[in-house]
């Protein structure tokens, strides 16, 4: 803008907002490996720590695909939920062999994330070649349909292999395996191998992958695509191909989230991944800001909180959750407050403060 | 023989699924917004015929009547409230305004009448009729009558009346509308209005056949008959009628001949199929992209 100082390379208006979310998601991890370890931290909190990091980066994931790329999906806990199970399994099958967490945490979250990442490829063909609503019901309906295929699925682990099984349960096992999958019951048993600091460490790589597409040469296509796609066509831009990047790469950061959910719960069943999960991150992508990945961070970190803030509120926690969540909506769109708030910016501005643009 | 009791069973869900998705299309065809509230009204409707013939002892048709004006005016106000601020704003914000009505709407059933599950009194007799060993509940067969007696009804409605043309005006172009005279919050309310009440319809005819009334009643039929809206064409009323019949016909044939646990499944599969061929539904409306 009209800065006349130089400002550092990371404060510049192109990285600022980079800046920020990088400095957010360190500041917030420094603060709390702190309180956790001077004991500040209850036990509850602590609890909620990987789960956060998870829905962080499925909501970057999903940023990518709304806000970036321009189209609803309804069904990205689907692939949170193929990341999911992929992992548990994998570490469940390799438990003798790597018995090291490290190794076989990092080894599971890269397969759950290929995994979902080959399904986001497969269910992207057909999905992006619908338009607006159908296409945010075609997502919807591939949700469902890897809900229940998941719910109907049995695996189980023993010396001769691996035993599969398909809506019965029947899945002959010598004595001594192991199941995997168990249907609607999911997988059960599992060694709880996922870290707060493999979250923060996911939530940064999803940053950097996101922004890195987002300021490359793929990323302006995909905005472009958005924002006209009859102009971005005649311009020689692939858009199923564009926008396929953003889907798989979206899904890809979800199953990697998923994994490490997975891996933070010794029991887990399949219908956690839900309609009502997908909508969950939209609703933190859409309060957080459409394309604005601090926003997403912020907004998810504050809507998993808000429900465990308001517990003296006991009943009443849920219900005022959805008030809030229909005022933010509200007053968010109102005519009169924008104009106040473009006012005081602009106030801000004369007296010789820098430009606070928003970030795309 | 089987086939033919499938079929009418399928037709039985699906004029329920018919109903709701009438609801879910029209409101979509004039205000453009997926209001994913619609479920829980069901759920309301669900709970208000439930107090009125147990608690106050109201006979069926009675409770019906109540049901309808009880969820035509939950319809209307959220509409006010919720809705109405936001005809500027951008599709997204709407929609997610439309996930809180929802969650508030299910937060404050189970405030106001528990998380337990309430069973719902059988209000329609047993039997049926039975011909050439072919036995027809009376249950499905009003299922179906009421379904096509609404559809009826909403076509003359939509085509035949002043208010009707309004609103057809209203979904094609609002500028225009408002020129011609026409008040287009009006028909946006109205709209909700007759969305909601035939909502309460279909809560009634759904807990008769499934006799179970819990906070989140509405979220299955609710994404289903989305489906069965989608199906046919969203913004397209026969079109609701259309996906809703075959979306319960598949849903029941899938169930008897296939899997129960995959019905689901197989339903949402026929619902990609179907828009893969074609993209905008059975009946939806092509609209040419222009520069």
């Known amino acids: ?360 | 023989m089987d086939f033919l009791s499938y079929l009418i069973n399928g037709l039985g869900l699906g004029s329920v699924y018919a109903i709701i998705a009438l609801g879910y299309t029209m409101v979509y065809g004039i205000a453009k917004m997926l209001n994913f509230a619609h479920g829980d009204v069901i759920m309301v409707g669900a709970y208000v015929a439930f107090f009125a013939i147990s608690n106050l002892g109201l006979p069926l048709l009675p409770a019906v009547l109540l049901s309808i004006a009880v969820c035509t005016v939950l319809g209307v106000v959220i509409e006010r409230l919720a809705y109405k601020p936001l005809r500027a704003a951008s599709s997204l914000s709407v929609l997610i305004t439309a996930i809180g009505v929802s969650y508030f709407l299910q937060n404050a059933a189970q405030l106001l009448w528990s998380s337990s599950t309430k069973v719902f009194p059988s209000v329609i007799s047993n039997g049926g009729i039975s011909w050439n060993g072919l036995t027809v509940s009376w249950l499905t067969l009003i299922t179906i009558s009421v379904c096509v007696l609404v559809m009826i009804c909403l076509v003359l409605f939509i085509n035949r009346t002043k208010t009707g043309r309004a609103m057809r005006a209203c979904s094609e172009d609002k500028g225009a509308s408002t020129l011609m005279g026409i008040n287009v919050n009006l028909m946006i309310s109205i709209t909700f209005a007759i969305g909601s009440g035939l909502a309460a319809i279909a809560s009634v005819l759904l807990c008769a056949a499934y006799p179970s009334v819990f906070p989140t009643l509405g979220a299955m039929p609710g994404i289903k008959a989305f489906t069965a809206a989608v199906f046919g064409g969203i913004g397209s009323i026969p079109g609701a009628f259309l996906g809703g019949l075959l979306l319960g016909v598949i849903e029941i044939f899938a169930k008897a001949y296939i899997s129960t646990q995959l019905s689901d499944a197989i339903v949402f599969a026929v619902l990609i199929l179907v828009l893969l061929i074609k993209p905008t539904g059975l009946l939806g409306k092509r609209i040419r992209e222009k520069v």
């Open chain 1, 1 to 360: 803008m009209k800065t006349k100082k130089k400002l550092p390379a990371l404060m510049s208006a192109k990285y600022r907002g980079r800046t920020a979310s990088y400095g957010c998601v360190l500041a917030g991890w420094l603060i709390l490996e702190v309180m956790m370890h001077t004991g500040n931290l209850s036990s509850l909190f602590t609890s909620l720590l990987v789960p956060v990091c998870c829905y962080i980066v499925a909501a970057i994931g999903l940023n990518l695909n709304v806000g970036v790329s321009g189209e609803l999906n309804l069904g990205q806990a689907c692939f949170m939920s193929v990341g999911a199970f992929t992992a548990v399994c994998l570490s469940g099958s390799l438990a003798r062999t790597i018995p090291a967490p490290l190794p076989r945490l990092i080894l599971s979250i890269l397969a759950g994330a290929l995994i979902a990442a080959i399904f986001g490829i497969l269910i992207g063909i057909p999905v992006l070649k619908l338009e607006g609503d159908y296409l945010a019901i075609v997502t919807l309906a591939f949700g469902q349909i890897v809900k229940s295929l998941i719910t109907n699925m049995y695996l189980g682990v023993d010396e001769n292999g691996f035993h599969f099984s398909f809506v019965d349960n029947q899945v002959n096992m010598a004595p001594g395996g192991k199941m995997l999958l168990n249907g609607p019951m999911g997988a059960t048993g599992t060694e709880r191998i996922s870290t707060f600091t493999a979250g923060v460490i996911l939530i940064l790589l999803a940053l950097i992958v996101v922004y890195h597409l987002m300021y490359s040469r793929s990323g302006r296509a995909i905005m472009a695509a958005r924002d006209n796609r009859i102009a971005a066509e005649s311009v020689g831009i692939g858009i199923f191909k564009t926008k396929m990047l953003a889907f798989a790469v979206s899904s890809c950061l979800a199953g990697a989230a998923g994994a490490l959910y997975g891996l933070n719960y010794s029991t887990l069943v399949p219908a956690k991944f839900d309609f009502n999960t997908s909508i969950l991150l939209l609703v933190y992508v859409v309060l957080g800001g459409l394309g604005n990945m601090t926003g997403t961070i912020v907004a998810t970190v504050v809507l998993v909180l808000l429900p465990e803030l308001l517990r003296s509120m006991q009943d009443y926690r849920m219900l005022i959750y959805a008030v809030v969540l229909i005022l933010i909506m509200l007053l968010t769109n109102n005519e009169t407050l924008k104009t106040w708030v473009q006012k005081l910016k602009k106030r801000y501005t004369a007296k010789g403060g820098t430009a606070h643009d928003t970030e795309s």
